[in-house]
Nanobody, 115 residues
Framework: QVQLVESGGGLVQAGGSLRLSCAAS????????MGWYRQAPGKQRELVAT???????NIANSVKGRFTISRDNANNTVYLRMSSLKPEDTAVYYC?????????WGQGTQVTVSS
């Protein structure tokens, strides 16, 4: 079993910052890619950012320059630093992790940006 637990969401004013954390636990010996996705009301879930074990990142154009993804391999934790937040960043943010052919998802954390 693999569990992903997110934290750090909340309400912030436009222009503010938040840092999300996602800690993975369980049988993690095949852990590789980790990432963040988000889903706004009435919209499909979309990629925000991913990071490999080696530190290679992929950032969505919509957040490039404002969001940074990082990870602590020793603690199996991935972070999303969000700056210059906009109301359109409001969504439920989900962490995911790939272990071999399997993908796991966290329960999601709400981020609300007020104008």
């Amino acid at each position: 079993q693999v569990q992903l637990v997110e934290s750090g969401g909340g309400l912030v004013q436009a222009g503010g910052s938040l840092r999300l954390s996602c800690a993975a636990s369980g049988k993690l010996f095949l852990l590789n890619l980790m990432g963040w996705y988000r889903q706004a009301p009435g919209k499909q879930r979309e990629l925000v950012a991913t990071i490999t074990t080696g530190g290679s990142t992929n950032i969505a154009n919509s957040v490039k320059g404002r969001f940074t993804i990082s990870r602590d391999n020793a603690n199996n934790t991935v972070y999303l630093r969000m700056s210059s937040l906009k109301p359109e960043d409001t969504a439920v943010y989900y962490c995911n992790a790939y272990l071999g052919p399997h993908v796991y998802w966290g329960q999601g954390t709400q981020v609300t940006v007020s104008s």
